[in-house]
């Protein structure tokens, strides 16, 4: 599980890639989990943003990666053929071509009857089958023979009054034949407990947002598709909401900006800890953070030639 309690930190390298393309730097730009990243610890933002210390995918993310792949392609198929029984067939290659693009991913299963080193977790057949499971109660939840995205996996971007650029990646988006829209995320872990609400929802306001400033239009109903518990969450946001948000992302910006001119990265010790990949070098448990990176110093102009 990732620290953040979402299950897709692999398709953020892919995100990633896409992003840098597009002249999108940590400098000029924020998106929901790097936001969250800061929340929940300023240190983790700098180890995951600035030093980009390596993550090692874990069970969890993998799944999450791979169930998000057979919903997407789920939405290919005509109407008729998104079917349990259709979805369950998608699986297979998509694992598999998850795994072709990334074999070390094979190194994190158990083999039955095999010594090893590893931690504990599921074999692949185990673990097949809980993405299985997942996606059972996914059609438990919607009936995709009904639905008609109008967007999916899309990137969202705008840029704000002071410059700095939102942008993220929306699962889903339905727009009903009145115009009203509805941004759905998938979430294959379990439906946050009442204390965590509010920072489950803050991911979708700040979609919210970014569709509002670019599109004009406040979306009717933001709904998380927990897959872990089969619960959704579902929120209808108003104009007060997109505003107190976009407040929110600006402190958030200005105490990054601050953090970054001054080299004070303060953990944030919580029980969150627990589940962070860089625990060992965290000052909050004896641990001792690299060296911040140097930035390359600019070019001087050159002057005309006399």
């Known amino acids: 599980m990732s620290i953040d309690g979402d299950t897709t930190d692999l398709a953020e390298a892919t995100h990633a890639a896409i992003d840098e393309q597009a002249g999108l730097t940590r400098r000029n730009s924020l998106s929901p989990s790097r936001a969250s990243d800061f929340m929940t610890c300023p240190l983790l933002y700098r180890f995951r943003v600035i030093d980009r210390l390596p993550q090692a995918p874990s069970i969890d ?12 392609e789920l939405f290919d198929l005509p109407a008729t053929e998104r079917t349990h029984d259709r979805a369950n067939l998608l699986l297979g290659p998509a694992w598999e071509q998850l795994l072709a693009e990334e074999p070390g991913l094979a190194e994190i299963f158990g083999d039955p009857g095999v010594d090893s080193d590893r931690p504990e977790g599921p074999d692949l057949a185990t673990w097949l089958e809980q993405c299985r499971g997942l996606l059972g109660r996914y059609f438990a939840l919607e009936d995709p023979q009904r639905l008609e995205p109008a967007e999916r996996e899309v990137h969202v971007v705008t840029q704000l009054e002071s410059g700095l650029t939102l942008h ?68 209808e946001p108003d104009e007060r ?28 010790k919580s029980v969150l800890c627990g589940w962070c990949d ?15 990176p140097v930035l390359p110093v600019p070019e001087a102009p050159k002057s005309p030639a006399m």
Request: with cysteine.
């Open 61 to 72: 993310a993998v799944r999450g990666t791979v169930v998000h792949k057979v919903l997407e």
């Open 278 to 292: 860089h625990k060992v070098i965290c000052p909050a448990w004896g641990g001792t953070p690299p060296p911040l």
């Open 168 to 235: 993220g990646y929306i699962d889903r988006v339905d727009v009903a034949p009145t115009g009203e829209v509805r941004i759905v995320d998938y979430k294959t872990g379990r439906s946050p407990g009442e204390h965590f609400e509010a920072k489950a929802l803050f991911q979708m306001k700040f979609y919210a947002l970014v569709v509002w400033r670019t599109r004009g239009v406040i979306p009717r109903v933001l709904q998380l598709v927990y897959l872990g518990n089969g619960e959704m969450l579902r929120y």
């Open 241 to 268: 909401d997109l505003l107190a948000t976009e407040r929110k992302v600006a402190a958030l910006w200005a105490a990054i900006r601050r953090a970054d001119d001054s080299g004070d990265w303060r953990p944030n």
